[in-house]
């Protein structure tokens, strides 16, 4: 089993939470407390693009995104 673990730092503006997810993927509601996510289940030797957007209330900052690839050996 692939899994990625992606975790992040936030700045110290007023945040209720983060956005997580893959692309084309579902989205993950993060507490604004909590700045990790593990995707699991994930393909070998697969690219995968992750996207990660602080929310604040009702608005979203603009998301960054990082690719990797999962390895292809298990």
Known sequence: MNSLTVTWAA???ERSGFIVKLENGA??????????WTFNTLQ?????????ATKS??????PLTASFY?????
């Open 70 to 74: 999962t390895s292809k050996f298990m």
């Open 57 to 62: 209330g009702d608005q979203r900052s603009e």
């Open 44 to 52: 070998s030797g697969t690219k995968y693009t992750v996207i990660v």
């Open 27 to 36: 989205e993950h509601n993060v507490d604004s407390d909590t700045m990790t």
């Open 11 to 13: 700045g110290d503006d």
